[in-house]
T-cell receptor, first 112, second 117 residues
C-alpha cells in the first residue's frame, strides 16, 4: 500500500514554463487536496476535489489548474511558472469528509 | 475561509518540561485535527477531535477540543527530543452546499517545537 505518491520530488523551472505535478493515491479516497507550504505560513489550500469530476478552488488558486478524471489521480498544473510559485507542494487525500488526511512527501519547486 | 491562529509560533524548551500549544478561531469547525511534520516530509495525522469538550490522549500528548468547537489545545507532558517538529492544527469546514457533508481542511500556521536534551 503506497499511500499518496507525488512526483517529482524536486523541480527547477524557468519563469514562464509550464509543468504538471503528479499525485496518485491507492486508498480509494474520495477527497483530495493540493497545498503549498511557505516559511511561516503553514499550509495553504490551492485546489481540492470531493470526487472524480468535482473540483473547486481553495485559498490560493491563481496560476494553478487541476482536474480529477479518476479517483486515484489529482494532477496540479502550473500554467506559466512565476518566482512567487517557488514553494513546497503537498498532495493529500482522505476517505471521508472531515476525516484525517494522508499526505504525500512533497514536491520542492524552484522557479528562477 | 475560516482562519486558525496557532500560538506560540516557536517554542524551545528543555527535555522533561511540559508545554501547551493553542489553536484558536472565531468560527466553529465541525472537527479539528492535529498533525506533526518532520523536515522534508509531509504532515502526519496525530488525532481528530469532533465533539465539543472532547479530550483525547496519545501517550504523553493530550488533545482537547473547546466546548464551542472554536479552539483546541495540545499538551505534551515530559517532552522528549523526539517530540521536536512542526505541529499543525487544521479545521474542517463545509463547502459545496449542494454536496451534503463535503468539507475541506484549512490549516493554522504551525508551531515549531524544539526539545533540547
Amino acid at each position: 500500500n503506497a499511500g499518496v505518491t507525488q512526483t517529482p520530488k524536486f523541480q527547477v523551472l524557468k519563469t514562464g514554463q509550464s509543468m504538471t505535478l503528479q499525485c496518485a493515491q491507492d486508498m480509494n479516497h474520495e477527497y483530495m487536496s493540493w497545498y503549498r507550504q511557505d516559511p511561516g505560513m503553514g499550509l495553504r489550500l490551492i485546489h481540492y476535489s470531493v470526487g472524480a469530476g468535482i473540483t473547486d478552488q481553495g485559498e490560493v488558486p491563481n496560476g494553478y489548474n487541476v482536474s480529477r478524471s479518476t479517483t486515484e489521480d489529482f494532477p496540479l498544473r502550473l500554467l506559466s511558472a512565476a518566482p512567487s510559485q517557488t514553494s513546497v507542494y503537498f498532495c493529500a487525500s482522505s476517505y471521508s469528509q472531515g476525516g484525517g488526511y494522508t499526505f504525500g512527501s512533497g514536491t520542492r519547486l524552484t522557479v528562477v | 475561509t475560516q482562519l486558525l491562529e496557532q500560538s506560540p509560533q516557536f517554542l524551545s524548551i528543555q527535555e522533561g518540561e511540559n508545554l501547551t500549544v493553542y489553536c484558536n478561531s472565531s468560527s466553529v469547525f465541525s472537527s479539528l485535527q492535529w498533525y506533526r511534520q518532520e523536515p522534508g516530509e509531509g504532515p502526519v495525522l496525530l488525532v481528530t477531535v469532533v465533539t465539543g469538550g472532547e479530550v483525547k490522549k496519545l501517550k504523553r500528548l493530550t488533545f482537547q477540543f473547546g466546548d464551542a468547537r472554536k479552539d483546541s489545545s495540545l499538551h505534551i507532558t515530559a517532552a522528549q527530543p523526539g517530540d521536536t517538529g512542526l505541529y499543525l492544527c487544521a479545521g474542517a469546514e463545509g463547502v459545496l452546499p449542494s454536496i451534503q457533508g463535503a468539507q475541506k481542511l484549512v490549516f493554522g500556521q504551525g508551531t515549531r517545537l524544539t526539545i533540547n536534551p
